[in-house]
């Protein structure tokens, strides 16, 4: 090809056309500039499918750690449940509405001390973030939820605060608790194993008398709200991450 169009051109240099040479000239140059444009959009089509293709991979990963967020959050949920049914069971037995053993109303206060945690699952988020590829998601409301979702933290801030007041109890300043039953174990709490020290599983403390105290009342109504928040935050959060769950399955299935 290239020595046809260099016979061409000596020919025209020969039979002294300068006119249709320099037409020609400039359609020869013309036509590689085309050609070379062409080539660059091939490559940049090839660069974004690529890019494409790496942002959807990352999107199947957000989708999984969704997945392993809401089972992270139903198990916050029944947990923070039994923690507010056994403190609203605490009251009723103050008000004499209720008649639980010691051992129950033992197990009901000393389950409200037991912290679990959530932090989300974001590694692959981080990534698709870093990475620029947020931006390769062609839906950009989708891409602005998944960053809104990302960027929510009042699951975490409830958590923070109900740790918070379920350790600011002074167990000392309480003549009528013993520090010992903080120890024992039962199948929802378990600071210390009980074989260690050799304790048993009952309560020594007066647990009946003991949430009569105007400070531990004060204290157990100020947790009962905290972990109602907290409850309350977990299933909003679930919904927004189901929300979201399916946002991304729709749009990788279009």
């Known amino acids: 090809m290239i020595k046809f169009f260099r016979k061409i051109r000596q020919r025209l240099v020969f039979e002294n056309r300068f006119n249709k040479y320099l037409l020609y000239a400039i359609g020869e140059i013309i036509l ?6 062409i080539a660059l959009q091939l490559n940049i089509r090839r660069e974004d499918s690529k890019e ?7 999107l199947i990963g957000v989708q999984t750690d969704l997945k392993l967020e809401a089972e992270r959050i139903d198990f916050l949920v029944a947990y923070y449940s039994k923690i507010t049914d056994g403190i609203q069971q605490i009251i009723l037995n103050y008000q004499e509405k209720e008649n639980n053993s010691n051992k129950e109303l033992g197990k009901f206060f000393l389950n409200t001390l037991e912290i679990r945690k959530f932090s989300k699952f974001n590694t692959n988020y981080q990534t698709l973030y870093g990475s620029g590829l947020l931006q390769e998601i062609e839906e950009k409301k989708l891409s602005e939820e998944i960053i809104t979702y990302y960027s929510k933290q009042f699951l975490e801030w ?8 379920a350790g600011a109890f002074n167990f000392n300043n309480n003549a009528l608790f013993n520090p010992l039953d903080k120890l024992k174990s039962d199948e929802s709490y378990h600071s210390i194993p009980n074989f260690r020290l050799d304790i048993r599983t009952d309560f020594s403390t007066n647990f009946k008398e003991f949430i009569k105290e105007p400070d531990v009342l004060n204290f157990l109504a100020d947790l009962l ?3 109602e928040l907290v409850f309350n935050n977990l299933k909003a959060y679930k919904e927004s991450n189901l929300y979201l769950s399916n946002r991304i399955e729709k749009y990788l299935n279009k």
């Open 32 to 37: 590689v500039v085309i050609g070379i444009l």
């Open 52 to 58: 494409t293709k790496a942002a959807e991979k990352l």
């Open 158 to 165: 409830s958590l923070e605060v109900y740790q918070q007041k």
């Open 225 to 227: 709200h905290q972990s």
